[in-house]
């Protein structure tokens, strides 16, 4: 069978490699075509556009780029046609992915959503586009079954694919020693993966963490997707005490001691390696005003979101500034142990049963009715 799938940003690539690898175990014979990252291009062949180009985030800077989004559509139209796949796997990314789905539904493809859009949080009214365009809609978290069957759509809930990544992961047991790690604990910097809330959110990262340098080594986490220049460029000065590794993300959160974290897949992924964090988010005050006016949570950060609790501190637009993420650093240091219990609870939410997300994922893609 022939599957083509589109996955936008990081997390996507991510969850749509180990999507493949299943695929393959069930259906050796499968031809992908998709757009990824490294880790699908690493499963197989048929790459047609890296997430490095398409990660763009928030109200402004999709206006900004316009014409390179009209561009996407044209081209996944053109290689989808071109390849005919007996289904489309779309990952997360729905404001690209929902209008694809529509448009591919009309031309009679068969269409899979893995990754629900987050539509309990904002524009619900999209349910109606789900229920009209995707034939399988597929979620990793446990509430957002209940959210479709009270509009109608009848969700799978497969759990949430980080689990058994983390579960999985064989640390470095010399990763601290190869990067001269051994003398303090540590301070893990993960200010995301897209340029734009990198610039908002690391300079207020950076001038926080750099208080606590006599007993913690800063690590930041550089995403795969962004160029070392460009962090070191925010940092300036204060790059001799900033250790930079790339893509290497589940190694730094396996020693971190403490995290600060933009709000999004690595809040989850601190959380199941039981690193106590701060998340923050911080976007243009158009894109705040805007979200704000649309968006209806109690929280952003998943692990509350999830427990549906306040456990971790999150900090938010004007909030997310350097005296105010010590403060919750210090805050955040004497209530360590319930969080540990926060965390434990986390992952009981999160565990499904024996069967991988991945795997049941792959079952449910390559079932034909």
Not at 12 to 30: F, Q, T
Not at 252 to 277: C, D, H, R, W, Y
Not at 285 to 312: E, F, H, M, P, T
Not at 332 to 351: H, M, P, Q, V, W
Request: proline content about 4%; aromatic content about 10%; glycine content about 6%.
């Amino acid at each position: 069978m022939k599957y083509y799938i589109i996955a936008g940003e990081p997390s996507g690539d991510l969850h749509g490699s180990n999507m493949m690898k299943s695929i393959l175990a069930r259906e050796p014979e499968a031809e992908f075509r998709y757009w990824g990252g490294d880790h699908m291009a690493a499963v197989s062949d048929g790459m047609v556009t890296h997430i490095r180009e398409t990660s763009i985030m928030g109200f402004t800077e999709v206006i900004k780029n316009i014409r390179k989004i009209k561009g996407f559509f044209k081209k996944a139209k053109a290689s989808i046609r071109e390849f005919q796949p007996d289904k489309i796997i779309y990952i997360d990314y729905p404001g690209f992915n929902l209008r694809m789905a529509e448009w591919s539904k009309k031309e009679g493809y068969n269409n899979v959503f893995y990754i629900s859009p987050q539509l309990w949080a904002w524009k619900k009214g999209r349910v109606k586009k789900v229920k009209k365009y995707i034939d399988d809609m597929i979620c990793i978290l446990p509430f957002e079954k209940d959210f479709y069957a009270d509009h109608g759509v009848d969700a799978h809930y497969v759990g949430h694919p980080l689990l058994p990544v983390v579960q999985d992961f064989k640390p470095n047991p010399k990763f601290k020693a190869n990067y001269k790690l051994e003398d303090k604990k540590i301070l893990a910097v993960l200010p995301g993966s897209r340029n734009q809330e990198i610039l908002k959110v690391l300079p207020e990262y950076i001038s926080a963490a750099l208080k606590f340098k006599e007993e913690y080594h800063i690590v930041l986490a550089a995403a795969p997707n962004v160029d070392r220049s460009f962090y070191t460029e925010i940092i300036g000065v204060n790059h001799e005490d900033i250790t930079i590794i790339e893509n290497d993300t589940y190694n730094i959160l396996s020693i971190a001691n403490l995290a600060i974290v933009t709000s999004g897949t690595a809040t989850l992924e601190a959380a199941l390696f039981k690193v106590p964090q701060i998340v923050c988010y911080k976007t243009s005050s158009l894109n705040y005003a805007i979200g704000k006016r649309l968006v209806d949570l109690k929280y952003i950060c998943l692990v509350n979101l999830i427990l549906d609790q306040g456990l971790v501190t999150e900090l938010i637009q004007e909030k997310a500034e350097s005296s105010q993420i010590i403060e919750a650093i210090n805050e955040t240091l004497l209530r360590k142990d319930t969080i540990a219990l926060g965390y434990e609870a986390l992952s009981n939410k999160l565990f499904t049963n024996n069967i991988s997300a991945s795997d049941e994922v792959g079952r449910i893609v390559t079932t034909f009715e």
